[in-house]
Nanobody
Framework: QVQLVESGGGLVQPGGSLRLSCTASGFSLDYATIGWFRQAPGKEREGLTCFSSRDDITYYADSVKGRFTISRDGAENTVWLQMNSLKPDDTAVYYC????????????????????WGQGTQVTVSS
């Protein structure tokens, strides 16, 4: 079964940090574009960062550039999202997704469909 599973969400104070993980099973992330998305109440889903190992290209949305970092653990078929300097408007459900290879910006911009989605993990930034 093709599956993605996220973990690491929780409650954090403004200015704090969280690290999310996304582990794939049933396929290798070596042959996919991988990324992180979020959706807050009343807002559309937002692509945050997407990465292609084949292209060695990483895309970041302006809203998270300089604060969030995507990284890849090929040995464990896992992708990570390090989130620093968190703000209250970062509060959302965060999802990882996998798309076809070499489609970094189309995946993050919603121009193409993802092959798989995780179940989501809640991130709440509040004092």
């Amino acid at each position: 079964q093709v599956q993605l599973v996220e973990s690491g969400g929780g409650l954090v104070q403004p200015g704090g940090s969280l690290r999310l993980s996304c582990t794939a099973s049933g396929f290798s992330l070596d042959y996919a574009t991988i990324g992180w998305f979020r959706q807050a109440p009343g807002k559309e889903r937002e692509g945050l960062t997407c990465f292609s190992s084949r292209d060695d290209i990483t895309y970041y949305a302006d809203s998270v550039k300089g604060r969030f970092t995507i990284s890849r653990d090929g040995a464990e078929n896992t992708v990570w999202l390090q989130m620093n300097s968190l703000k209250p408007d970062d509060t959302a459900v965060y999802y990882c997704a996998a798309g076809p290879p070499r489609k970094v910006e189309p995946l993050c911009h919603g121009a193409i469909r993802a092959r798989a989605w995780g179940q989501g993990t809640q991130v709440t930034v509040s004092s």
